[in-house]
């Protein structure tokens, strides 16, 4: 569970990111 924890934490910036640039691309 710890693991998988981990690999969320890390995925999640990069969706943020992701989802930050989308935004600005759609804006």
Known sequence: ???AKSR???LMPLQRAALT???IEWA
Request: charged residues 45%.
């Open 1 to 3: 569970m710890s693991n």
């Open 21 to 23: 640039k989308l935004g």
């Open 8 to 10: 969320r934490d890390k």
